[in-house]
């Protein structure tokens, strides 16, 4: 047993190495050969590999890497340990991508504002993985301006706004639920996603009277919980690609 448990945790290892030293959950679903492994959950075993070898570490949920290439993914991803400025640019643009990716896989036109277009998702800028660079002009001028700046926007097959989603990792979200409110006219979706440690934080803001017209339209969602939507919706890909 205690072989067996070395020789899956050493496969999740080198299909690290692989792909240049990190990849997320859902890649080593797909990537990892789990055939022989005696296990009818080969997902969860991944899974329990990935949080307690101290061969591979965390840098964002979903997304591990190997101790041995630390550094090496580090500047790949820009990332400075010392400056939490870096830190946050690749935390946003990570979460940015997973909502861009889910939104892909739900058939929606994906889009992100100019600012963001070259921020990194992993290894590819954001323009790369959008459905379009030009937000479409889907209403009055001054609305549409308003639009331009929200994080990451889904629209449907008419060119309407299906969800504004804004990424807040330590800026003010009062900012992005006044946003929100000049956009409430459409019939959209408006989604605040952050570290599930600011939950109070949205919670207080949003029990302001200034916003009680969009109380009730506005989620918030954890970094968690977006890293799940997508975890969840390339296993469901890869089912149907098997059918």
């Known amino acids: 047993m205690r072989q067996q448990k070395y020789t899956q945790a050493q496969q999740v290892i080198d299909t690290l190495r692989t792909t240049g030293g990190y990849a997320t959950l859902s890649d080593l679903y797909h990537l990892v050969d789990t055939k022989s492994w005696a296990t009818k959950t080969p997902n969860e075993s991944i899974r329990r590999i990935v949080q307690q070898s101290n061969e591979i570490f ?23 340990p010392k400056e939490e400025k870096s830190i946050e640019q690749f935390t946003h643009g990570y979460y940015q991508g997973l ?16 600012q963001d277009q070259n921020r990194k998702f992993l290894e590819k800028p954001l323009k790369d993985i959008c459905t379009t660079i030009h ?15 929200v994080d990451v926007i889904w629209f449907n097959e008419r060119k309407m ?4 989603f804004e990424v807040e990792h330590s800026t003010d979200i009062q900012n992005s639920i006044t946003k929100f409110c000049d956009l409430q006219d459409f019939n959209s ?6 570290p599930q440690n600011r939950k109070e934080q949205f ?5 302001r009277t200034a916003f009680k017209e969009v109380k009730e339209r506005v989620a918030f969602h954890s970094y968690e919980s977006i890293y799940k939507q997508y975890e969840l919706m390339c296993i469901a890909r890869a089912s149907e690609g098997f059918i």
Request: charged share 30%; aromatic share 12%.
């Open 58 to 80: 965390k840098i964002q949920p979903g997304l591990w890497a190997l101790e041995e290439c630390r550094e090496e993914v580090m500047r790949k991803f820009d990332i400075c």
């Open 99 to 114: 909502i861009i990716e889910i939104g892909n896989m739900k058939h929606y036109a994906t889009y992100v504002p100019a």
């Open 135 to 149: 937000i479409p002009d889907f209403s009055y001028e001054n609305l549409t301006e308003r639009a331009r700046t």
């Open 161 to 164: 706004p299906n969800s504004f």
């Open 189 to 194: 979706r408006f989604l605040i996603v952050a």
């Open 203 to 207: 919670d207080k803001v949003m029990s």
